[in-house]
């Protein structure tokens, strides 16, 4: 049921640790980074075998970048402490906006029409002028899950990639449940999903507000 999402793992990896290749503690936010608050929609297209159900409408409200100090902290604490301490650091963090499903009607064990606060959030420009954006949250866990203590409780984040082209459309990925580790022999940060494949995010669009 595991597998490692390999394509959404490099370029993940390169825009959480430096946006051009080798881990860059210093680096800062980009100065072509959207004006906030950004208000992201797509469609949510759930082709796994778990997650927040099948398909639908997903926004993103963000109100905050994370600052030079936080992504260096996230780097610090994953390289160096491993996966349950990142998860401690994050949830700490200042809320840097919203992610909701405003349109779920199903059982909703997950909170997915309130949401969950997104606690990492960075931008890269890209040469064409378009914008890269990755966020990343504490998984919310329903009192079941942490009461029976299934497999899933070793997956605690959820991990989103948006790509916009100039004109602030675009598309991306979302991992539901990934665990994270590091190779500190290859240098390598590892992206393992517990669903079949990452949620496609298709038609995403940006907009002020």
Do not use: C
């Not at 959480?16 to 860059?24: K, Y």
């Not at 929609?41 to 926004?59: H, K, L, Y």
């Not at 449940?177 to 995403?204: C, G, M, Q």
């Amino acid at each position: 049921m595991q597998q490692t999402i390999r394509t959404f793992v490099a370029g993940l990896a390169i825009a959480v640790l430096s946006g051009s290749g080798g881990v860059n503690l210093k680096a800062q936010q980009s100065p072509q980074a959207p004006a906030l608050p950004l208000r992201l929609t797509a469609f949510a297209v759930n082709m796994s075998n778990i997650g927040p159900g099948s398909s639908g409408i997903v926004e993103i409200r963000l109100t905050n970048w994370s600052t030079g100090a936080e992504r260096e902290r996230v780097i610090t604490t994953m390289m160096e402490k491993g996966q349950d301490e990142l998860l401690k650091t994050l949830v700490k963090m200042p809320a840097k906006g919203r992610l909701r499903f405003p349109n779920y009607m199903g059982p909703d064990p997950h909170n997915l029409r309130l949401g969950w606060d997104v606690k990492y959030a960075w931008h890269t420009a890209l040469p064409e002028g378009g914008h890269r954006i990755v966020m990343a949250f504490d998984r919310y866990m329903s009192f079941a899950e942490l009461r029976n203590q299934p497999r899933t409780v070793d997956y605690p984040f959820t991990l989103i990639q948006v790509q916009l082209d100039k004109d602030g459309n675009g598309e991306g990925k979302m991992a539901y449940a990934t665990k994270i580790t590091f190779d500190k022999k290859k240098k390598t940060v590892e992206l393992e999903n517990y669903s079949s494949e990452p949620v496609r995010l298709t038609t995403v669009k940006s907009e002020k507000g």
